[in-house]
């Protein structure tokens, strides 16, 4: 039984983005155009996401 074969690929979760032009929410996967599926406007932003996330700084010991 060899571990590597068990692996499974991680699925494809669709992050979501904001038109720039439009404001409209858009997921996009990995190999989608990255183009708004309302108007078709090319620059897209990410949205942030609502998970806390704390970095530790090491020079100084903050948080």
């Given at each position: 039984?060899?571990?590597?074969?068990?692996?499974?690929?991680?699925?494809?979760?669709?992050?979501?983005?904001?038109?720039?032009?439009?404001?409209?929410e858009?997921?996009?996967?990995a190999?989608?155009?990255?183009?708004?599926?309302?108007?078709?406007?090319?620059?897209?932003?990410?949205k942030?996401?609502?998970?806390?996330?704390?970095?530790?700084?090491?020079?100084?010991?903050?948080?």
């Amino acid at each position: 039984m060899d571990p590597q074969k068990d692996l499974q690929p991680p699925k494809q979760q669709p992050m979501v983005y904001i038109c720039g032009e439009c404001h409209t929410e858009n997921e996009i996967k990995a190999r989608d155009p990255i183009r708004c599926r309302e108007c078709g406007y090319r620059i897209m932003y990410k949205k942030r996401t609502k998970r806390c996330i704390l970095c530790k700084c090491f020079r100084c010991g903050c948080i």
